[in-house]
């Protein structure tokens, strides 16, 4: 540029334009930054010229007076100081006009958004203008020198400014329509501000410190902040005080002690203030800022601490200062806060606390720390469920060393990979996990001592390789995900430990259905070291892995399948996206498909499919990487002739091995195929065709989906359309929707006609299925080109409207026109359908029901973007007509699912009434219940009575429950009850489906004369009236629930519409339903029933479309309303109160349901249970019901959803200082309640009361309990609880007494629990007291059983010492009153229990033999059993109450005495009285000869538990032995026969038949008959029958192999019992019995050397394994499958034909039984006999069934057709003849062509070909959907006689040869 005044003239133009563009452009535009640069760059001749120009267009923005351009002025300004040196200097020079402009801007948007109250979306942008503003007057303050000018000028008018832009910031602080964010920035604001403008420290400190202490004095405050802050010196709302202090830390200096000397204090006060606060707030959003606001004072406080503080500040904040300490309270309560947020910030605080602590303590630094040490008790004493215990102890770890943890007790990482059994803990395990191996890493590493590696693995490797090997799989699934990640990133090397320990046993330990064995284990460390990086698999494109791919394919068929996804996982996951696939691994996964494509478990499902979907990235990303290798290889040949691996040979891999993976997923949907297959199949398919589509032009692909996909492949897609899982119908659709039409080959019309042929009659059927495959197939024909042409030849056959060109549509989009003619002719046969419908509903019911169409035209709307229609008229003509339509339909129907019992209405299928009185219910049908329903009984009047009215003269009585009538054909159609209902709630919900989607999908018309929008005002409005009276007044759930769907649907786009009046109906109908609910009206439609029907849900739909940003006012409303309406109305002079309680409560227990709502409900959940407390104690019952429903509900809400049985589990707990302070209102109410409770049940008369609120209330006191945490500053004790619970105790109603009991044991510490057993056991009376009150002794009786039984549970807390002596002194506690235990008290409950007590501790002692048991204690013990009546003549009789109870106790006293003595070994047995001699046999006879077979099923269940742990034979002597005998004969309880044949298949077999033969004279052959007689004897269990199957086993086991023939019939029966047991049709116990005792005989009989059965009925019992592999019960399946080890165990060498799989899944236990079975019967030589009998199990039944049998099936309403889960038949055939052809072909035959038999199968095979095929063309043209189930099953049957007539062919030909 020419240094000229005209090359001068030129760059100061530019820079104009520059400066002009800059404010021109968005602050989102990239242009923006590069202007900034380019301005920044001028040369120095130019700046001057460039600054004047740039502050001429500040000056003119800033001028601004439209309020419209403000935010973009805001924006530029906000720009300028971001990193723009000369943007910041021309503001600067322009600050005061710029903090004048944003008073004005705060000030207009405050306006704003006073004015535009209810604008959801207008309110949005309106904070989010005024966030923006607030922010850029804190920048401005902070980046420009305002304070210099401050003292330079103190009257200046920029002091005036900043008053303003204070005041603004009080007002913002203040105003509760604001978004809190905005007021926690408007509150840094005003801090930064008084920094700025008040210059001294001291006054800066004192003036903050009394704005949080709200202590301002006027006199002492600047006349400037008394006159803009004078709203801050009043009385402020804590969430204003709350941001005021988080101001305070964030803006002020506390780092360099700048502050004065009034700092330290202000930091302890603002400690104290926010405490405070913690205690007052309540909502989510402010218990946030809250902890966000302690975690910054944490920080302010480490700052301060960190430079030079006074002594008095340090001693102020260690470890034991009152502000820790209650600081650290605050941790405890939330640290398992709801929200995580919240939970992470507690964290943060407790780990700054202790930086704080240390940081106080720096100077006194020494070896020990108390509060350190004892912090870390108090932490280890906490139980494992708490989570806040793992985020506390990762935290101290840093300070205190993992060798410290580990000596306090070596068992913690132990006990911690014990809690990561459950999901929800273990990734705060796993976190405390990695803190301490990472910790003891460093600290191992620090001592330099050689061996520390072996140490470290030893800790925290050794005992993971253990779990892995041992432990249940579904145990260690998450130690794998959370765990050993972490392990091996802190130590890679360890990866080689693992490996090694493992390999050497993976051949042999290769787990089992329940623990992983060493090669599960191999495969999972494997899989996550490759997915995380630390292994490489592949190597010059060819398999080097640290495996075998031995192993490997029995870890992909292995039967857990969590060990088979491992595998797969190891072979699909890398850390390398490009890494290559080898060949080995390419095979390993068509084997695995080949076996697991048939997986009933969902979620292994999901992760197979995700698992092969990453693979096929990898193969797809990898191959373009072997494509550059192909090209760069050809340039390095000449250079380096030496050979390298082929790229090219890789590419041509994968290009076979993707088309081979392809055809077989295709193959896989053949016909039969099970849901699992078809889902697995399909959802691959689908990720082959995403990540290989069809692509044009060079770009290189090694595989493109399109091009493998054949016309038998489309076909077999569309036939997924008429499966009966509606997924496999959607994965189908989206995979026919990613084909290009040359491979659909639909373009000639006739073919789409045949479609649509299907779909019409569909679209009409009774069922429900059929109406949803009319959908899909109507919107796959929606994206063919050729539809017109088809729907007009079909309109031309009278399926359509008759005038195609009378609504036309003019658009160059097919999709749209085949979208609006599909649509409309639809709606064409609807009309008429209603039509009909109208005048005979019954009929519709019957022959058309009208939801089908409505579902149909549902499906077409969502197949094109309607917002973007072409021609919109006649789009709104068919809005117009399909609106009105559906009114209509509804009219219709509404009748039925809006009457009082909907579901009863109609005469039900097992009553016998007329069919004519259907015409006349219907044409009755009136909603008749009104809200008199509490006022007055309800009598039936004599005009409602149906069964008094005369039927009309023309019907009689039919004793069927269809009415006959005639349709549009003169055919007859049955019309059920069943029907009527299903038609009229489904079409409901159809119409509010309909009416949804088109509120949500359509675009509105705003104004009556726009071009734009379908959908008028008019419409939303008349939509919103409908939702709402069918919500209102429906009475059948399914329709009134769909209808909230649709409600949702509609609210959802009226919150974000623009038009006011349609955005304030929400509000306006929630304040209409509220006062109607709470007027009581008796004459209001509103249900007061069926827990108040679709009120709630309506309710819900409007609070819920609140949106989410907003200050959820609505919510507040109408929580303020229900609250008041569910508490008891004092009014008790009638029950117009009870109406509106009653829907109150059923409101709240839905509000307090629903998920979306989150967390802004926890503030209400106080009251809430106030209200659902007393309302069980209302005297109507509706309220009492409502009442329990909804503390139901805030239980769940609270303490979270139990996830298991146990009661005393504290997973669903939580401390009471936690609960009481989060619900600090419910604290007193219990505390009140309890007592009124306590005064009633504990009365001085004894008198029976029972308080309604008892259970209730000790219900939810049970779930809370003590913490070790729990400090001395809490105001919230549980100890006052603990006196009324015990008085509870007292009440005369045993459960009461029960409840109690259990309620006090959470209450007490556990150290605390020796210590009150012992005293309430002494405050029990003496047999010599004169007043002895039963009930108040048992209530004391069940609470130290309880706590005794809790405290030994948790006995690993504490030390063995003081163990040793708490028992010393409960025993001396329970010798002083036995005579409760004896014959001196008469009371037997009180007895009972308290021989509990003593069952308890001799339980517990016979655990921990290492505990002294004093002799005398057990000589009473041994005198009680003595003298009880079940060894001495009883004195009561069944009828004295408590008597069975008292003979139970004894018996588990006595069981657990003998169970004792039994587990002591003889030479140590020093303290058992030797003058005692117990007989343990007499003890068991005298227990089974009771007459009470309670007694009778103890003793054999506890001698059933001796045998198997082969320590029965002290007890079983010759007499028990008898006794046991005779029970086979004689006993009536099914219990005990079962215990008794449990007992008999555990003893030995030359044992129990001697006795049988001494004691009972039968032969063995009689006890085998008599056994076996007992299994289908009507009556007995299933548990019975598995149980004596099993022992006839054993026997025929023993029996057949020393007298064969003597037996023969028996085992005749005994094969015939077994095939009977393995039918499908009975229960899983049996079969999985039946599974048991064929792998336990196949040594014997299956795989002998010889059939010792004979061929027959060896194959019979080989095809009840078949059947057992094919069982739906898969336990049943996995069972079965262990004949394959078996087998293999049995064999001395393996089959040379491979690996010997041994613990595989069912298809390949299926697929290896076949060969097994082939290999067997060339073993025993009879191939040729054999053969025959595989023949007829291949031709099999002929099952086609007769037409009437599949008519029955079709006319049933819910009738789906053969719903697959598991089993394929085409599997079966498939397998079965590929075993047969190569037994055929490897095998010497001796079979003749005119052999008889195979002369007969062959007769019958040519004979059932012909049948099918003639049956195949007796079907319709499409077969599929119109008769799915008959063809499916012709087509098997086609497959079938096929391979039959293939195998008869081949061997006709081996034998001709």
């Known amino acids: 540029m020419p240094s000229s005044s ?126 923006t503003a607030v922010k850029l007057s ?501 250079e380096h002739p030496e050979s390298h691996a082929d790229p090219c040979t890789a590419l041509e891999h994968y290009t076979e091995f993707m088309s081979s993976i392809t055809d077989y997923l295709f193959q896989s949907l053949f016909p039969g195929s099970s849901h699992p297959t078809r889902f697995s199949a399909l959802t691959i398919l689908g990720s082959i065709a995403e990540i290989f589509p069809m692509v044009s032009g060079s770009c290189q692909t090694v595989f493109q989906f399109a091009q493998s996909v054949s016309g038998n492949n489309v076909r077999g897609l569309l036939e997924c359309f008429s499966n009966t899982f509606e997924e496999v119908k959607l994965l189908a659709f989206e995979l026919l929707r990613k084909l290009p039409p040359s491979v659909l080959g639909l373009q000639e019309p006739q073919k789409l006609l045949l479609l649509l042929q299907a779909a019409m009659p569909l679209s009409t059927s009774t069922k429900h299925f059929d109406c949803v495959t009319a959908s899909y197939l109507l919107n796959f024909l929606i994206y063919q080109e050729g539809l017109e042409a088809a729907l007009g030849q079909l309109a031309q056959d009278g399926h359509g409207a008759a005038n195609q060109q009378s609504a036309s549509i003019d658009s160059s989009s097919f999709v749209e026109r085949n979208t609006f003619h599909v649509i409309r002719m639809l709606m064409d046969n609807l009309e008429y359908e209603i039509i009909q419908a109208e005048s005979s509903l019954l009929e519709a019911a019957a022959s058309f029901p009208l939801y089908g169409r409505v579902h149909c035209i549902i499906g077409a709307l969502q197949q094109y973007p309607l917002w973007d229609v072409s021609d919109v008229a006649p789009w709104r003509r068919l809005v117009s007509r399909l609106i009105s339509m559906s009114y209509r339909l509804s009219a219709i129907v509404s009748p039925v699912v809006h009457s009082s019992s909907p579901e009863g209405l109609m005469p039900m299928d097992t009553e016998s009434e007329a069919a004519a009185q259907l015409h006349m219910i219907m044409s009755e049908i009136k909603p008749r219940d009104t809200n008199d329903y509490f006022t007055q009984p309800r009598i039936l009047q004599q005009e409602y009575d149906l069964h008094s009215q005369a039927l009309p003269e023309d019907r009689v009585p039919s004793n069927t429950l269809c009415a006959e009538m005639k349709g549009e054909d003169d055919a007859l159609c049955n019309v059920t009850a069943q029907m009527v209902l299903v038609c009229c709630w489904r079409s409901m919900k159809e119409v509010s489906l309909l009416l949804g989607l088109l509120c949500q999908s359509l675009p509105l018309q705003t104004d009556p004369g726009s071009p734009q929008g379908l959908i008028t005002v008019e419409q939303v409005n008349e939509m919103g009236d409908y939702f709402k009276h069918h919500l209102l007044q429906s009475r059948h759930r399914g329709a009134f629930e769909l209808a909230y769907v649709g409600f949702v649907k509609l609210t959802e786009m009226l919150i974000g519409c623009k038009l006011e009046s349609l955005r304030c109906l929400p509000r306006r109908w929630l304040c209409n339903v509220l006062e109607e609910i709470k007027s009581s009206d008796p004459s209001s439609r509103l249900c007061a029933t069926r827990r108040s029907a679709g009120i709630p849900f309506y309710i819900q739909a409007l609070l819920a479309s609140e949106p989410k940003n907003s200050k959820a006012g609505l919510l507040k409303m109408t929580m303020k309303e229900l609250i008041s309406l569910a508490m008891p109305s004092s009014d008790l002079s009638g029950n117009n109160c009870t109406i509106p309680q009653v829907h109150a409560l059923n409101i709240l227990r839905a509000i307090f349901r629903d998920t979306r709502l989150g967390e802004n409900v926890i503030p209400y959940v106080g009251e809430g249970t106030q209200a659902a407390i007393l309302g069980f104690t209302s005297p109507v019952w509706a309220v009492r019901n409502s009442s329990t429903l909804l503390f139901s509900t805030l239980i769940t809400r609270i303490f979270g959803v139990k996830r298991g049985k146990d009661e005393r589990s504290k997973k669903n707990r939580m401390t009471g200082r936690e609960f009481f302070s989060r619900f600090p209102t419910l604290y007193p109410f219990l505390l009140e309640q309890l007592e009124i409770v306590a005064n009633t049940v504990d009365s001085h008369t004894g008198e029976l009361k029972l308080h309604p609120s008892l259970y209730l209330l000790l219900l939810i006191l049970s779930r809370l309990y003590p913490s070790p945490m729990d400090g001395t500053y809490s105001a919230l004790s549980m100890a006052p609880f603990i006196p009324f619970i015990m008085r509870c105790g007292h009440s005369p109603v045993y459960r009461s007494r029960e409840m109690a009991a259990r309620a006090l044991v959470p209450f007490l510490m556990v150290q605390d629990i020796p210590l009150t057993a012992a005293s309430l056991l002494r405050s029990l009376p003496d047999s010599s007291s004169c007043i002895v009150r039963q009930n108040h002794i048992h209530g004391v009786l069940l609470q130290v059983l309880y706590m005794l039984q809790s405290f030994f549970e948790a006995r690993h807390i504490t030390n063995s010492q003081q163990l040793q002596q708490e028992i010393c002194d409960i025993t001396d506690s329970l010798k002083a009153r036995l005579w409760l235990a004896k014959r001196q008290n008469p009371c037997l409950v009180t007895r009972a229990t308290f021989t509990d007590i003593l069952n308890t501790v001799i339980t517990y002692l016979g655990t921990e033999r290492d505990q002294g048991l004093t002799t005398h204690f057990f000589e009473d013990l041994y005198r009680i059993i003595e003298d009880c009546e079940l060894i001495q003549e009883a004195e009561h009789t069944v009828a004295v109450p408590g008597f069975i109870l008292y003979l139970q106790s004894v018996s588990r006293l006595i069981l657990s005495v003998l169970s004792f003595t039994s587990r002591v070994d003889e030479p140590n047995v020093v303290w058992v009285c030797p003058a005692l001699q117990m007989d343990p046999s007499r003890l068991v006879q005298k227990m089974l000869e009771s007459e009470f077979h309670e007694v009778r099923l103890m003793a054999l269940e506890s001698l059933l538990q001796w045998m198997k742990q082969s320590r029965g034979d002290a007890y079983m002597s010759h007499e028990v032995q008898k006794i046991l005998f005779e029970m086979i004969v004689k006993e009536n309880n099914l219990d005990c026969l079962c215990q008794v044949l449990k007992i008999l298949y555990h003893m030995n077999v030359e044992k129990m038949l001697s006795t049988a033969k001494d004691h009972l004279q039968m032969e063995p052959k009689d006890l085998l008959r008599r056994v076996i007689s007992l299994v289908p004897t009507s009556g007995h269990s299933v548990e019975i029958q598995s149980s004596t199957l099993k022992l006839s086993s054993k026997l025929v086991i023993s029996l057949a192999s020393e007298a064969k023939e003597a037996i023969e019939s028996e085992l005749k029966d005994w094969v015939a019992l077994v095939v009977h047991c393995c039918g499908d049709e009975l229960q899983t116990e049996v079969k999985s019995a039946a599974a048991e005792i064929l792998t336990d005989i196949a040594p014997y009989f299956l795989s002998a050397p010889r059939p010792v059965l004979g061929l027959s009925d060896t194959l019979q019992l080989w095809m009840c394994v078949l059947c057992l592999l094919q069982c739906e019960d898969p336990e049943v399946r996995d069972i079965a499958a262990d004949i394959i080890c078996v087998y293999h165990t049995q064999k001395n060498n393996p089959s040379g034909k491979g690996f010997p799989y041994c613990i595989v899944n069912p298809p390949m236990a299926l697929d290896l039984t076949f060969g097994i079975l082939c290999e067997l019967l060339q073993q025993w030589d009879h191939v040729a006999h054999g053969v025959t009998i595989l023949l007829e199990w291949l031709l099999g039944e002929d099952d086609l069934g007769c037409p009437e049998t599949t008519k029955m099936v079709e006319d049933d309403l819910f009738e789906k057709g053969e719903a697959n889960f598991w089993a394929e038949k085409l599997v079966y055939v498939r397998l079965l003849s590929k075993h047969l052809k190569e037994l055929i072909v490897s095998t010497p035959l001796c079979l003749q062509p005119q052999d008889t038999k195979l002369l007969q199968i062959s007769q019958e095979a040519y004979e059932r070909s012909e049948k099918v095929q003639h049956s195949l063309l007796g079907l319709p043209l499409t077969p599929e959907f119109l008769k799915t189930t008959q063809y499916s099953r012709l087509l098997i049957h086609k497959e079938k006689t096929e391979n039959c007539i293939k195998m008869l062919e081949l061997l006709y030909k081996k034998s001709a040869s």
């Open 138 to 638: 804190m920048v401005l303050v902070q980046k420009c020198p305002v304070q210099d000018s401050l003292q330079q000028d103190d009257a200046c008018p920029l002091y005036k400014t900043l008053c303003d832009l204070l005041a603004s910031f009080c007002g913002i602080i203040l105003d509760d329509d604001l978004l809190q964010n905005i007021q926690s920035t408007a509150g840094m604001a005003v801090i930064l501000y008084l920094r700025t403008m008040v210059k001294d420290c001291d006054k800066l400190t004192k003036l903050v410190n009394n704005l949080v202490l709200q202590s301002l004095d006027p006199a002492d405050a600047p006349a400037w902040f008394m006159a803009c802050c004078n709203a801050l010196c009043k009385d402020l709302p804590d969430t204003a005080l709350l941001f005021l202090c988080q101001g305070a830390l964030a803006m002020l200096e506390w780092k360099d002690g700048n502050l004065g000397c009034g700092m330290e204090q202000l930091l302890v006060n603002l400690l104290t203030v926010l405490l405070s606060l913690s205690a007052r707030l309540r909502e989510s959003s402010t218990a946030l800022f809250l902890s966000r606001t302690l975690a910054l004072w944490t920080t302010s406080a480490i700052d301060l601490l960190s430079t030079s503080c006074t002594k008095d500040l340090r001693e102020n904040l260690n470890g034991h200062s009152s502000a820790l300490c209650k600081l650290l309270e605050y941790v405890y309560v939330h640290w398992e806060h709801p929200l995580d947020a919240v939970r992470h910030q507690a964290k943060l605080v407790f780990k700054n606390a202790l930086k704080i602590h240390h940081a106080a303590v720096a100077e006194h630094s020494g070896d020990e720390d108390p509060f350190l040490s004892e912090l870390t008790q108090k932490l280890l004493n906490l139980e494992w469920h708490s989570k806040g215990k793992y985020a506390s102890l990762a935290c101290l770890v840093d300070c205190v060393g993992t060798e410290r943890l580990l000596s306090v007790d070596e068992r913690i990482p132990s006990q911690i990979l014990d809690v990561m059994s459950d999901q929800s803990f273990a990734p705060y395990a796993s976190n405390l996990l990695e803190a301490m191996f990472i910790n003891h890493k460093k600290q191992l590493q620090a001592t330099r001592e050689s061996c520390w590696v072996e140490r470290w693995q030893s800790i925290w490797v050794s005992p993971l390789i253990l779990r892995l090997c041992e432990e249940h799989v579904t145990q260690t699934t998450y130690i794998i995900d959370y765990y050993l990640p972490k392990l091996l990133k802190c130590n890679p090397d360890s990866l080689n430990y693992m490996i090694e320990n493992l390999k050497t046993s993976a051949s042999s330990s290769v787990g089992s259905g329940d623990n992983r064995g060493a090669l599960g284990a191999l495969m999972a460390c494997l899989r996550t070291a490759r997915t995380h990086g630390h292994l490489r698999f592949t190597e010059n494109y060819a398999w080097s892995g640290r495996v075998s791919t031995n192993l490997l394919q029995q870890g992909l068929v292995h039967r857990h399948d969590q060990i088979r996804i491992d595998a797969l996982g190891l072979l699909c996951e890398s850390h390398w996206s490009t890494e290559v696939v080898s060949p080995d691994e390419m095979s390993l996964i068509k084997f695995f498909l080949k076996y697991n494509l048939n997986c009933q478990s969902p979620s292994i499902r999901q992760q197979l499919c995700y698992l092969l979907k990453k693979l096929f990235c990898r193969v797809q990303e990898s191959s373009q990487v072997l494509y550059k290798h192909q090209q760069s290889k050809s340039l390095r040949e000449s």
């Open 6 to 131: 005209s090359g001068t003239e030129v760059l100061c133009c530019c820079m104009n334009v520059l400066t002009e563009m800059y404010f021109t452009v968005g602050t989102k535009n990239p242009l923006k930054k590069v202007l900034a640069s380019s301005l920044n760059s001028v040369p120095d001749s130019c700046k001057n010229d460039t600054v004047l120009a740039f502050t001429s267009c500040l000056r003119r923005d800033i001028t601004e007076e439209n309020a419209g351009n403000y935010r973009k002025v805001v924006d530029n300004l906000a720009a300028c100081m971001d990193s723009f040196s000369l943007g910041s200097s021309c503001v600067t020079s322009l600050i005061p006009e710029v903090l004048q402009f944003l008073v004005k801007v705060l000030h207009t948007f405050q306006s704003q958004n006073k004015r535009i109250l209810g604008d959801g979306l207008g309110q949005t942008q309106v904070m989010h203008d005024l966030l």
